[in-house]
């Protein structure tokens, strides 16, 4: 489902054509969009071209026109409620939240506690050679000193 168009207006065809239908109509829009025979620019008939093979694809397979007539009729629905939140969406095939953080993996748990344990072994080695630098930690900021 790229951008606004649907399948069904790239390729021309009513929602509830037939799989004969589908296949003229692609034929049909194969035929004048390929970049061998079309007078457009190679570019622009190439990616015209693809978006129709990408929508007969889709439209041709029955489980992935099905999955995309129902995204299609929540879309629509989200479209006419006004409550639905913007950053929820709710994945059909799973029911899980799309968008929502992963649980970390084990080695990024340990990143992070190889990080936590640098830091804080460098703010122990900065304090230790202040020490015996002769600074005091407890200074007073200059501002202050009248």
């Not at 694809?57 to 879309?75: G, T």
């Not at 799309?98 to 936590?116: A, D, K, Q, T």
Request: hydrophobic residues 40%; aromatic residues 10%; neutral net charge.
């Amino acid at each position: 489902m790229k951008g606004e168009t649907s399948y069904y207006k790239i390729l021309g065809v009513n929602e509830n054509a037939s799989n004969f239908e589908l296949r003229k109509a692609f034929c049909k829009l194969s035929i004048e969009l390929h970049p061998d025979t079309t007078s457009l620019e190679i570019d622009v008939a190439k990616n015209k071209f693809q978006e129709v093979l990408e929508a007969y694809e889709n439209l041709n397979n029955s489980n992935l026109r099905k999955i995309y007539d129902d995204k299609l009729k929540e879309k629509s629905k989200s479209e006419n409620n006004t409550n639905v939140l913007n950053n929820l969406i709710i994945d059909s095939n799973n029911q899980k939240l799309i968008g929502n953080r992963r649980p970390f993996s084990s080695g990024e748990l340990f990143s992070l506690f190889l990080l936590i344990v640098i830091i804080f072994i460098s703010l122990i080695c900065s304090i230790f050679i202040a020490s015996f630098t002769g600074k005091e930690l407890d200074t007073v900021p200059l501002w202050l000193i009248k």
